[in-house]
T-cell receptor, first 116, second 110 residues
Framework: GAVVSQHPSRVICKSGTSVKIECRSL??????MFWYRQFPKQSLMLMAT?????????EQGVEKDKFLINHASLTLSTLTVTSAHPEDSSFYIC????????????FGPGTRLLVL | GQNIDQPTEMTATEGAIVQINCTYQ??????LFWYQQHAGEAPTFLSY????GLEEKGRFSSFLSRSKGYSYLLLKELQMKDSASYLC???????????FGKGTKLSVIP
């Protein structure tokens, strides 16, 4: 099946710093990538939809100036958490959608962020 | 709006069969996915249904009835490693964003 990588897998940072998370589709092109956040024992919550070459579409309640998304190519999207605070500590997961066929979303392995 | 319901928790015995149900009410429908998520890990794709009927893939099968807004995931010959959360997710109309149910935590016991 299709492979999506995510880097880093874990990051610990100080409050007020920024963290960049990369999401790559390794063996397919993804015009659309999605960023999710998952708090412990809760379901995935969509944060934003990222389309290659255009601005991301953010879900209600997600601050676009805090969570910067860049989708520079058909295989790479980045999420930057700016001025991170402890409440931003969470599991961030990206997914990439195939351009053809069932357009299944394949998930990256996730990035666990801890803000101290 | 979108509403997806599935049981919160289920327990089944190793070697048995378990059926996890999912009902959905969405504005339009472009397909239903089942994902498996082990604790602390990202979801992995299990199945995709867009037409009515049963899709079988090894020990896992998924069924869809669009008229009833209903799907189930059937796991046969349960193994301990099948203990995980199972997420039902729906594509609504006009969008390829997935809406996830809250997930069903399956515990397989000896």
């Amino acid at each position: 099946g299709a492979v999506v990588s995510q880097h880093p897998s874990r990051v610990i940072c100080k409050s007020g710093t920024s963290v960049k998370i990369e999401c790559r589709s390794l063996d397919f092109q993804a015009t659309t990538m999605f960023w999710y956040r998952q708090f412990p024992k809760q379901s995935l919550m969509l944060m934003a939809t990222s389309n290659e070459g255009s601005k991301a579409t953010y879900e209600q309640g997600v601050e676009k100036d805090k969570f910067l998304i860049n989708h520079a190519s058909l295989t790479l999207s980045t999420l930057t958490v700016t001025s991170a605070h402890p409440e931003d500590s969470s599991f961030y997961i990206c997914s990439a959608r195939e351009r053809t066929g069932a357009q299944t979303q394949y998930f990256g392995p996730g990035t666990r962020l801890l803000v101290l | 709006g979108q509403n997806i319901d599935q049981p919160t928790e289920m327990t089944a015995t190793e070697g048995a069969i378990v059926q996890i149900n999912c009902t959905y009410q969405t504005s339009g429908f472009n397909g239903l996915f089942w994902y498996q998520q082990h604790a602390g890990e990202a979801p992995t794709f299990l199945s995709y249904n867009v037409l009515d009927g049963l899709e079988e893939k090894g020990r896992f099968s998924s069924f869809l009835s669009r008229s009833k807004g209903y799907s189930y995931l059937l796991l046969k010959e349960l193994q301990m490693k099948d203990s995980a959360s199972y997420l039902c997710a729906v594509f609504g109309a006009g969008s390829y964003q997935l809406t996830f149910g809250k997930g069903t935590k399956l515990s397989v016991i000896p």
